[in-house]
């Protein structure tokens, strides 16, 4: 079954500290992988699409097929990056994105 | 940048009664999706509409639910006789085609049922 797994229901660090989100997946096929990001009070919005392969508020993430994992991460966490993140597979032939659970994030200062 | 509208923001509606959840996707796109999430749960899909019909559903998504686009800008949600597991916040997306082009979420309606 395609399923989305954030081991991590909160996470806290602090400013400045590294930051690492971890996805893992379950998908037979090619997966297709999003990570998107919920401000206090605001819409989901994208983050990042791994076929993008790009750095998006210096957050990246890889996927890796060996290990069924679509990890976010940041090098220097910074105190807007507090928020609620979700990974999601996209699923072609449903038309439909399979969320994870979301992780809290909060930076402290 | 163009954005998906929902209202309204927040619903309270008693138990037993229909509730309709409006949506104006961003205008070229051409797929509508609706999503939930229950109080402390994951983001769940609902349904998904392209050419004026229901593409997928989900098992969530029952008689009781039903799907519109009354004009070419509103897409709505109905649920004809709410219970109080319905209760949650509703989210609708679009997105310009069906392959891997991100869907845009609206903002959501809370929808709470007494």
């Known amino acids: 079954a395609q399923r989305v797994t954030q081991p991590e229901k909160l996470l806290s660090v602090f400013k400045g500290a590294p930051v690492e989100l971890k996805c893992n997946y379950s998908y037979s096929g090619s997966p297709e992988l999003f990570w998107y990001v919920q401000y206090s009070r605001q819409r989901l919005q994208l983050l990042l699409r791994h076929i993008s392969r790009e750095s998006i508020k210096g957050f990246t993430a890889d996927l890796n097929k060996g290990e069924t994992s679509f990890h976010l991460k940041k090098p220097f966490a910074q105190e807007e990056d507090s928020a609620m993140y979700y990974c999601a597979l996209w699923l072609r032939g449903a038309q439909k994105l399979v969320f994870g659970q979301g992780t809290r994030l909060t930076i402290n200062p | 940048e163009p954005e998906v509208t929902q209202t309204p923001s927040h619903q309270v509606t008693q138990m037993g009664q229909e509730v309709i959840l409006r949506c104006v996707p961003i205008?070229?796109?051409?797929?509508f999706y609706w999503y939930r999430q229950i109080l402390g749960q994951k983001v769940e899909f609902l349904v998904s509409?392209?050419?004026?019909?229901?593409?997928?559903k989900s098992e969530i998504f029952d008689d009781q639910f039903s799907v519109e686009r009354p004009d070419g800008s509103n897409f709505t949600l109905k649920i004809r006789s709410t219970k109080l597991e319905d209760s949650a916040m509703y989210f609708c997306?679009?997105?310009?085609?069906?392959?891997?082009?991100?869907?845009?979420f609206g903002d959501g309606t809370r929808l709470s049922i007494l």
């Open positions: 509409f392209y050419n004026n019909e229901i593409s997928e």
């Open positions: 997306a679009s997105s310009a085609d069906r392959t891997n082009q991100p869907q845009h």
């Open positions: 205008s070229n796109h051409l797929y």
